[in-house]
């Protein structure tokens, strides 16, 4: 496999024939050019991280305080990118990451990072918080490998219900968030009070869902709660508007009809669950078959305890620095968690992951893959569906190259001694 040589060929080729590349390369161009294409409100969401944005500078830190140690005269020529997860070979140890509210970014919103990752083979972990049902999605990806983001609601029935769907879609694994049973004090948001929920985007796999669907109406028929009634505003008026829109059925009807709110407020009753313990695990397990990871891991005592529950993997992450102010960057605390693990189950990093050479350095450090999030939501603001294709590729050719340069054949040669 020669994907870096091929990539980097193919930019140059059509840049002899006046061609550019779809997206820049660098990524402090990447974020220069996705602020440009996005709405403010969508910036401060995508962009932002919780208070100081001091875990998501400790994402990056980590990485940069390590270095890789190339080696040299040994037979490069071909290099095997692939890695096995939970009994799937996948062609490379990148996968997309579940990201929420894509329609703040681009109209195809989940399609298109669902078409990228179909073109590259990669999985792609859907998202709770997705803007396109689950099934609309899957369908579209037409057998290319899946996964499901699972957040954790407070209706047990609405999890199962959930997972059911995720199963009837084909996904190949569920991926547990634990760290956003509250959201975290993003003053991005704040700052321009808006959060995308309350006007219905995001939430596609709730009004999409038959039990959800049971909640809001068990809402409708129940007496209106007391209280004084929302100011009628502009502001008032276009949030209504938005929520007509993004609510299923049409829009006109749905300006007439309560349904809307009805749902909005319904899932702001049941998106979290803070009394979620190790304990509840055992409800999970005994509804899939699948392959169970917890995202959210930042302690090597708590990847003991996932083991010890019967846990299928866990991926250290931080949540790209959404939730904790002053957490420690994931990469600083994968070393521990993967020599805690030793082996026994696949260990995944998320958070800070910015290019190939991140890639290289997370798995000499003892990940099995990475997920990538933000990059690939820049590139899709810049150019949609190929602009986030184009991102992911230039990863996974970085890391090819780097793989090579640094003197190995395979994902599995990385260790700690190629690192300094």
């Known amino acids: 496999m020669n994907v870096g040589r091929d990539t980097q060929s193919a930019i140059y080729r059509a840049g002899a024939q006046g061609g550019m590349p779809v997206v820049p390369a660098s ?64 062609p490379s140890p990148v996968l997309a990451a579940p990201v929420g509210v894509l329609e703040l970014v681009h109209p195809d919103a989940d399609l298109a990072i669902a078409a990228a990752a179909r073109a590259l083979g990669i999985p792609y972990v859907l998202s ?29 029935e609405l999890v199962e219900s959930f997972v ?98 009805a749902a909005v407020e319904t899932f702001l009753d049941v998106f979290s669950r803070p009394s979620l313990t190790w304990n509840d695990l055992a409800f999970l397990r005994g509804r899939t078959t699948l392959p169970i990871l917890l995202k959210g891991i930042q302690h090597p005592d708590d990847a003991s305890l996932a083991l010890d529950y019967g846990v299928d993997g866990i991926v250290v992450s931080n949540h790209a620095g959404r939730q904790i102010d002053g957490a420690i960057g994931s990469f600083a605390a994968l070393p521990a968690i993967a020599d805690r693990v030793n082996g026994r189950m696949p260990v995944l990093l998320d958070s800070g992951v910015r290019s190939g050479s991140d890639v290289a350095k997370a798995l000499a450090r003892g990940a099995n893959a990475v997920l990538v999030g933000r990059p690939y939501v820049y590139g899709m603001a810049v150019a949609g569906a190929a602009g986030a294709e184009a991102v992911l590729r230039n990863i996974i050719a970085e890391f090819d190259l780097v793989l090579g340069l640094s003197g190995h054949r395979s994902a599995s040669e990385l260790g700690p001694d190629s690192l300094a």
């Open 128 to 156: 709770s918080q997705a803007s396109v049902p689950m099934e609309t999605v899957a369908t579209s990806m037409d057998g290319s490998p899946h996964w499901f983001q699972l957040y954790w609601s407070s209706n047990d």
């Open 27 to 90: 990524w402090e161009a990447l974020e220069a050019a996705a602020h440009r294409a996005m709405s403010p409100a969508a910036w401060a969401y995508v962009a932002g991280s919780s208070g100081a944005e001091v875990t998501a500078a400790n994402n990056r830190a980590a990485f940069d305080a390590v270095h890789l140690v190339p080696r040299v005269l040994r037979d490069v020529s071909t290099r095997d990118l692939s890695v096995e997860l939970f009994g799937h070979r996948y």
């Open 164 to 261: 059911s769907r995720a199963e009837r879609t084909g996904a190949q694994a569920i991926v547990v968030t634990l760290d956003t049973h509250m959201l975290g004090w993003r003053p991005r948001d704040l700052d321009v009070a808006y959060l995308p929920f309350i006007r219905a985007q995001g939430i596609a796999q709730y009004t999409s869902d038959p039990v959800f669907a049971r909640l809001v109406s068990e809402r409708l028929a129940a007496p209106p709660a007391a209280g004084p009634k929302p100011r009628i505003t502009p502001t008032t008026i276009r949030t209504l508007v938005e929520m007509s829109r993004n609510h299923p059925g049409r829009f006109g009807s749905n300006l007439r009809s309560p349904a809307p709110r």
